[in-house]
C-alpha cells in the first residue's frame, strides 16, 4: 500500500511507535528539514506487505540507501546478512552510541551490515546528532528501544 493510501489512524499510530524517528539512524523528524516516509521494510517488490508489521518510518537518506534491499555484506565476515527489521528486532540488540554518541556501532553482523547499506553514520547525520547531542537532545530520549 502507498503511503498515501495509509489513513490518518495508521499514519498516526506508525509515527507514533517510532517516536518520530528513523528507525535505522534515529533521527528525529522534528530536527530534519526533510519529511519522512512511511516505508515498506519488506518491499512490495520481494513479496512484502502493506500490514503495519512491515512498515517503519524512515528519514529520506535511509529510505534511499535501503531502496528495495533486504540483506547487505558484513564488513568484518563478508558475508551476506539480513538488515535490521525494526519489528522483529531490538535496536539494543545490534546497535550502540560511540562515547560521544554521534556514531552508530553495529554490535552485531545485521547491526554493522546495515550501518554500511544505510550508511546511517553519514556525516550530515553525524553533525546533527553532534549539535543536539550539545543540547541534551541525542540520542532521542523517547525512542522506545534505546533505553
Not at 550508511?119 to 541525542?138: D, F, T
Request: with cysteine.
Amino acid at each position: 500500500m502507498p503511503e498515501s493510501r495509509l489513513t490518518q489512524q495508521q499514519r498516526q499510530l506508525i509515527q507514533q511507535r517510532a517516536s518520530s524517528c528513523c528507525e535505522y539512524c534515529l533521527s528525529q523528524a522534528k530536527f530534519s528539514p526533510d519529511p519522512f516516509s512511511i516505508e515498506h521494510i519488506i518491499p512490495r517488490s520481494k513479496g512484502g506487505t502493506s500490514n503495519l508489521d512491515n512498515l517503519a518510518v524512515a528519514c529520506q537518506g535511509c529510505n534511499n540507501f535501503k531502496y528495495n534491499h533486504t540483506e547487505a555484506i558484513d564488513p568484518i565476515t563478508g558475508e551476506s546478512v539480513p538488515l535490521y527489521h525494526p519489528r522483529q528486532q531490538n535496536w539494543r540488540d545490534h546497535f550502540t552510541w560511540s562515547n560521544d554518541s554521534t556514531q552508530m556501532l553495529g554490535l552485531t553482523p545485521t547491526g554493522r551490515a546495515t550501518i554500511e547499506r544505510l550508511q546511517l553514520n553519514r556525516n550530515g547525520v553525524v553533525n546533527l546528532r553532534r549539535v543536539l547531542h550539545s543540547i541534551e537532545q541525542h540520542p532521542p530520549h523517547n525512542y522506545p528501544f534505546t533505553n
